[in-house]
């Protein structure tokens, strides 16, 4: 038995593991994987790991001796399989019984799969892991045209990799849109327009039929409306379903990820979730109940517990912020955008350096920045402290942030 079990070991598994020890946390803490991999960065994936630009080893997000030195036991290639809330245990598919003080959760999600026919057939990749990356990179030498399913930030990201490294590349987004769920309507156009700059095919409103197949192996996907893009590789990135089964399964509350409150506590008791699996109230989100897939909130999470399990106080109430890198665009997001009824746009997209200013109720609730870090760290404030700025004054870039924010 360890006094903490971590089970996953990704962003927050780990911070969780190194806070606790920051905390002086001086009981035993183990971190029970089903990578085989220590802990890593995950955003490379779909940007400079899947490029070549960045080795494995440099994305590791603790050099490998810090494990032991910190006393972390790493139980890696294990899933945990369920979870004994009375007897405080928790099984792994190997057959073990692993005894624990206290539970944090912390497993992220695992991609979605298309349903349609040819979802399985060889060449058809989901980006979560080092090793969906080292698939798709194995098979990119003999890849000359890809398809790219799903226009979020992943398949934005990936195309944007693979066009650069010369492929012939078409992205199918069903909605009227790119980033439709997570971005106002002009950083949308804007990343349309970039993508197609570099040559990318994007389709939107592109309802996918099937993936056609030859030999167990992708040729092509077919569109609802017969026509067929031919690809030596699919690409899909339409999000994740939180891996949170074993803990529903022993009755903690939850659907869409498992619910917690501001101190990550699962409605089991000494069991807290934590990252991208975590169904929380988001101060940023007027105190809706949502999942943020974000490194940053995965880190922010892990050190609520890590004070809470140290007897700190401690709540959740940290800004959301991502970035996302596309060719040399480098996107900073601060704050949720969903909601908003003005966009305002800062600065000038053919520049490609510019930021849309999120505002609702005439208040300032997030801000999406393209090259222009400037207005990135000095409009924090603004969201941070939800100000009510002028739309006329926010639109010129010559007027820096920070004035505004008082
Ligand atoms: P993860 O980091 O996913 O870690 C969960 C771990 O738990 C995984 O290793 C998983 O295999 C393991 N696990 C799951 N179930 C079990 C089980 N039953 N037993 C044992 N282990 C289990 N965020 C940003 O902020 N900026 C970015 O630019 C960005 N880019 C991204 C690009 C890609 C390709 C991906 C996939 C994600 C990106 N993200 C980005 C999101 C970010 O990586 C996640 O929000 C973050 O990793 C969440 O951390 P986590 O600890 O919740 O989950």
Same mark, same amino acid.
């Given at each position: ?26 009981? !035993? ?21 899947? !490029? ?28 945990? %399989? ?21 539970? #944090?959760?912390?497993?992220?999600? !695992? ?67 790119? +980033? ?30 099937? #993936? ?53 506590? %699962?409605? +089991? ?63 900073? %997001? ?18 490609? %350096? ?53």
């Amino acid at each position: 038995a360890y006094d903490v079990c971590i089970v996953g070991g990704g962003h927050g598994g780990a911070q969780a593991a190194i806070a606790l020890r920051q905390a002086k946390f001086a009981g !035993s803490i183990a971190i029970i994987g089903d990578e085989p991999d220590l802990p890593y960065e995950r955003p490379p994936l779909s940007k400079e790991y899947l !490029s070549g630009e960045k080795p494995f080893e440099r994305m590791l997000l603790r050099p490998p001796a810090f494990w032991a030195e910190r006393d972390v036991t790493m139980l890696l290639g294990r899933r945990v %399989t369920a979870v004994d809330p009375a007897a405080h245990t928790l099984a792994t598919e190997d057959g073990a019984t692993i005894g624990y003080g206290a539970l #944090i959760w912390a497993t992220g999600g !695992s991609p979605r799969r298309l349903t349609c026919a040819g979802h399985d057939l060889a060449g058809v990749h989901t980006v979560r892991t080092r090793a969906d990356a080292d698939r798709m990179m194995a098979e990119l030498p003999r890849v000359a045209r890809a398809v790219v399913i799903g226009g979020g930030y992943i398949g934005l990201e990936a195309a944007a990799v693979l066009a650069k490294a010369g492929k012939r590349v078409t992205l199918l987004e069903a909605l009227p849109r790119v +980033l439709a769920r997570v971005a106002g309507e002009p950083l949308s156009r804007f990343y349309e327009a970039e993508h197609r700059a570099h040559g990318v095919d994007v389709r939107l409103g592109a309802a996918v039929d099937c #993936i056609l197949g030859e030999e167990g192996r992708a040729i092509g996907v077919r569109l609802a409306d017969g026509e067929v893009v031919p690809a030596e590789m699919v690409i899909v990135g339409i999000g994740i379903v939180p891996a949170v089964e074993p803990l529903l399964a022993a009755g903690a509350a939850g659907g869409n990820g498992v619910a917690v409150d501001a101190q990550c506590r %699962t409605s +089991l008791p000494h069991v807290f979730a934590i990252g991208d699996c975590a169904l929380h109230a988001n101060a940023f989100a007027d105190g809706a109940e949502i999942r943020l897939e974000s490194v940053q909130n995965a880190n922010d999470q892990a050190n609520v517990v890590a004070r809470i399990l140290t007897g700190e106080e401690a709540a959740y109430h940290a800004v959301p912020w991502f970035w996302s890198n596309q060719y040399d665009l480098k996107l900073q %997001t601060v704050g949720l955008s969903a909601g908003h009824d003005a966009a305002i746009v800062r600065g000038d997209p053919a520049a490609r %350096t510019f930021s849309l200013v999120y505002l609702k109720a005439g208040r300032v609730i997030a801000l999406d920045c393209v090259n222009m870090v400037k207005d990135y760290v000095q409009g924090r404030k603004l969201v941070v402290e939800g100000i009510a700025a002028d739309p006329a004054q926010l639109a010129d870039p010559a007027i820096p942030l920070k004035q505004l924010a008082g």
